[in-house]
């Protein structure tokens, strides 16, 4: 895609801004550089500025009941469509419309410049079709220098060639199609031919991949396939108003019910239509319709399934096209800053995602998925920022610019403006959030519209896609302090943490506050799951840091079950809660831990502890879940040490060695002294060299150092006197020289140039044809141009326009003249015309003939002209009609060697000829007649 350029500002400091320039010069890219990407529907453009924000066009109502219409800058993305542009020009012209712009009933809007009447306003804007103006395109490249028209250049300097069809909207006879299920990029399925049969075979299909390029060199990108199977293509053939569709030597027709493939034609009267994307077979009691529902298959009625033909263009070099955009891959869980599609499947090829549309409510968009297919992730390709929401793990919260995702318990899905969104869960594929009155509610969709609902069978199965190419690396493993690890179940005697959540980012985690004799509620302190390999096995875990004891809880065996103390005191459910107690209440009661449910068991009653803005309990079992962490318990750790780093004093007089561990980071340092001694003297140019050598270090780990430095200065060179050696011209410097008296160095100088000697060279005046030259001047001696002449272009012809018109037995005369050098171009000879008409004739059928019969004119009439001349042809329009002619006295003229039974149309007119040419008159009215 081009990157092309309007005479529109940069908005971003003020709305609708204008700037003149002159084709040719170089522009500020920030400034008036815009690049138009084709949309993802094909339907037009996208208009981005240098720094990405697109061009969007808003028209309004305003407080007088009008309209107000303006452009700005965001991130949304609003469709253009060029109206008038000649494709492939590198320069040309058209009408720029929106199709998101309007707010009212009167469709798109249309760029305009200037308020629609004199165009005293000088901005640009949008208004109805009537104020639209021509909008010129010219190429500038990103550094915004213009790229001239040279069609000898090609967009893609290594072209591809293949056998490309292209998609068309309609059948022309002797044409070669593919008959495809999908006109989108990506992959589709094309009508086969598996093998004709005299009782009809039925229709196969094959996968083939629907790209865009430039297939035919005009400049505009088309949707194509590549392909060079035969059994795919049909041939269309002309059938009266229909075609047939043949591959080899087979029909695709319709019978019995059914579309198949037969070795014979079954019905000549019937055949083939194409239109608004239907395939037809038709001209019998039933009229068949041809789509793909998983296969090939039609149908006695019309469907609104649709079907695409690509007609096959020439085997020649053209440009494939891609669609540059960001690439969101599909994941199954949530990292803390990153950007997400949250979307349901709609069919094989698309999803439905939950859009920030900018309104009180979340908007529907649908959305093409590609790959998918073996290990190949699925994956979407979009710029629209309307779905992507953010995700903050501290809050569960999902944003979308200045909007909260705020799903409600009254069944909506809105996009909240406010201070505070709401906490959403994302646990095995669903999406729910919970309130303190009414519990817990789940995103549903059904037929493409979100909302909530209280029943999780309800749910949808969320998707999710995040940018591809964005990784968050787990952490490290853990060194010092104290690990728990997510596990899923308990072990006697192991220490645990009974938390909230197990996904990276901040957590709530069970703390005894303190035991009592009749029970003290449940604490809760924040705690943050990390993800890092924390037992050494190579495999990321998710873990907890963490070193405070009122969190942990020590499970012992108990019957089927465990016990869960910290302390001295007892996690256990009694009265109908579950509390903290400083001795057993129950010896026969014991917690159990499955599928992430914890529960205390033995009673009359089963206690379920979970979380809720707090933790809490309930006599019946509760979907929402709590994850435990064990203790991990850490190894004998054995220092591995890096390489050690050595550190000289600014003075050399003292060197430092340091090893760190690469486990834990313990350090181990030691200083010695270190002495000088001179091993290169300073020369005149070159410094001297000291090299200085270490003490031994008590620690064996480190060797003894040597450094050698340049830091004796040079002594500097002690010139003679400056002799010249060489004089100056004004075309050669000279040269003068010293030598040291030291070392014998020789130190040479350049003398500057003489001057020239300047003389003038005269200027020499343009005419219309010829360019001229500026004054210039230059050396006599040594031709050196001083001054350069530069060229004066040719001041080109102004032109008059004179036209002489035709007359009566006269012809005319249009040229262009210029008014400076005379010269005469595009001349064009009007020709005249002879003023008698006749108004009407006869014309009477013959065998293979017809005669056309006038009445004769008196001799005041045939004085003014000399002759008839008659014409006759097939075809209404006259396409190659024959002439024939008849003198002035003629009343009637047989035309003979006709065609029998065909219907001719004739025409009479009269010629007079005046100066040696004939001068004709009007044509009279058709009549039609049919040979015998």
Sequence with gaps: MKTETLCLSNLKSKPDRTQTYTVGDEVAPDRLLWTFTESEDGTGYYIQSQDGEYLNAIYEPNQSDGYDGTLKLDDTSDVWTISGKEAGDAVSAGILKSANASKSDAGDKYLTHGNGSEGTVNIFTVRSEDNATTTKFYEYDDNGTYIEDDPSTPDDPTPTEETVFKKVEQFSDGK???????????????????????????????????????????????????????????????????????????????????????????????????????????????TYVVYYDNGFTSTYDSTDSKLFIYEKT??????????????????????????????????????????????????????????????????????????????????????????????????????????????????????????????????????????????????????????????????????????????????????YLIVSDNGAGSAKALTNPGGSSDGASMGRTNVTIQNGDVDGDGTADAYISAEET???????????????????????????????????????????????????????????????????????????????????????HTHSFEAPVYEWADDYSKVTATRVCTECNETETETVNATGEVTKPASCESKGKTTYTSEAFTNNAFEVQTETVENIDALGHKWGDWEVTKEATCTEEGEKSRTCERCDAIETEELAMADHTIVKDEAVPATCTKPGKTEGSHCSVCNKVIVEQKVIPALGHKWKHVVNKAGYLKDGVDYYQCTECKVISNKKVLTGYANYYVKSFKVKKGKKAFTA????????????????????????????????????????????????????????????????????????????????
């Design 176 to 286: 070669e199609y593919l008959i495809v299920s999908s006109n989108s990029a990506g992959s589709a399925c094309a009508l086969t031919n598996p093998g004709g049969a005299s009782d009809g075979a039925n229709m196969g299909s094959t996968d083939v991949t629907v790209q865009n390029g430039d297939v035919d060199g005009d400049g505009v990108i088309d949707q194509y396939i590549s392909a060079e199977a035969d059994n795919i293509v049909w041939t269309a053939a002309s059938n009266d108003s229909r075609f047939n569709l043949t591959n080899g030597n087979d029909y695709l027709e319709g019978k019995s019910g059914k579309v198949k493939i037969f070795d014979s034609q079954q019905y000549a009267d019937r055949g083939w239509t194409y239109d608004d994307n239907q395939l037809k077979h038709s001209g019998g009691n039933n």
């Design 314 to 495: 020439k085997s020649e070099s053209f440009t494939p096209f891609t669609l540059d955009e960001t690439r969101f891959e599909e994941v199954n869980t949530l990292a803390d800053g990153k950007e997400y599609i949250i979307a349901v499947t709609k069919d094989d090829g698309n999803v439905y995602a939950i859009k920030n549309n900018g309104e009180d409510y979340a908007a529907t968009e649908t959305l093409n998925v590609n790959g998918a297919s073996g290990d190949d992730p699925a994956y979407i390709l979009t710029e629209d920022k309307g779905v992507l929401w953010k995700y903050a793990a501290s809050d569960k919260y999902f944003t979308n610019g200045e909007k909260y995702l705020y799903p409600t318990s009254s069944n909506t899905i809105r996009t909240y403006n406010g201070s505070s969104g709401r906490a959403i869960e994302y646990v095995d594929g669903k999406m729910s959030f919970s309130t303190s009155s009414s519990g817990t509610y789940y995103i549903t969709c059904i037929d493409g519209s979100f909302a909530t609902g209280d029943e999780e069978s309800e749910a949808a199965e969320i998707r999710l896609f995040s940018k591809a190419g964005e990784t968050t690396p787990d952490d490290p493993t853990p060194v010092g302090g104290t690990a728990y690890k997510l596990v899923d179940q308990f072990t006697s005697e192991k220490d």
């Design 550 to 636: 009122d969190i942990v809880w020590t499970a012992a065996a108990n019957g089927a079950g465990f016990n869960l103390t910290n302390g001295g005191d007892y996690l256990e459910g009694k009265s109908g809660n579950v509390k903290i107690y400083s001795k057993q209440q129950y010896a026969d009661r014991y917690w159990t831990y499955t599928d992430s449910q914890l529960q205390h068991v033995g009673g009359q009653n089963t206690y379920t502890v979970y979380y809720e803005n707090g933790f809490t309990s309930s006599y019946n079992s509760t979907s929402k879940t709590i994850y435990i962490f064990e203790k991990v318990e850490a190894a004998a």
């Design 853 to 932: 019969t006038w009445k004769k004119q008196g001799k005041a009439n045939q004085k003014k002209f000399n002759g008839y001349q008659i014409r006759y042809s097939t075809s209404p329009l006259m396409n190659g009609a024959k002439y024939v002619t008849a003198g002035k006295n003629s009343k009637s003229k047989k035309i003979k060697g006709l065609a029998k039974k065909t219907r001719y149309y004739v025409q009479v007119r009269t010629y007079t000829t005046h100066g040696g040419k004939k001068f004709y008159s009007q044509w009279s009215l058709p009549k039609a007649v049919k040979t015998k």
